[in-house]
């Protein structure tokens, strides 16, 4: 089993910056492609980024792409999510989660999944 803890959220100015940390544990963190969704109220879960078992190759959803970064540190079963010049529509609920294949930017195909953390980003 695999568990995931996600932090960093919080209340931010648009234009500011928050980094978002998932700490994992159980099996081996680097077995598994790591990847940031969100979903604000209202609307469905949407993926956000991912990154592969190395770092070496990350995916982002058009709309975060030049704003946000993903990286991950192997050492300390840790994922991030870096996010700068923060718009109100990144308010959001912002989930990490754990999948054994690459590339799919879709949930449901997420294996394992932490509790979320509220970013809120005011105009």
């Known amino acids: 089993q695999v568990q995931l803890v996600e932090s960093g959220g919080g209340l931010v100015q648009a234009g500011g910056s928050l980094r978002l940390s998932c700490a994992v544990s159980g099996r081996t963190f680097s077995s598994y492609v790591m990847g940031w969704f969100r979903q604000a109220p209202g609307k469905e879960r949407e993926f956000v980024a991912a990154?592969?078992?190395?770092?070496?190759?990350?995916f982002y959803a058009n709309s975060v792409k030049g704003r946000f970064t993903i990286s991950r540190d192997n050492a300390k079963n840790t994922v991030y999510l870096q996010m700068n010049s923060l718009k109100p529509e990144d308010t959001a609920v912002y989930y990490c989660a754990a999948d054994r294949a690459l590339g799919s930017k879709t949930a449901s195909d997420y294996d394992y999944w932490g509790q979320g953390t509220q970013v809120t980003v005011s105009s």
């Open positions: 990154i592969s078992w190395s770092g070496g190759t990350t």
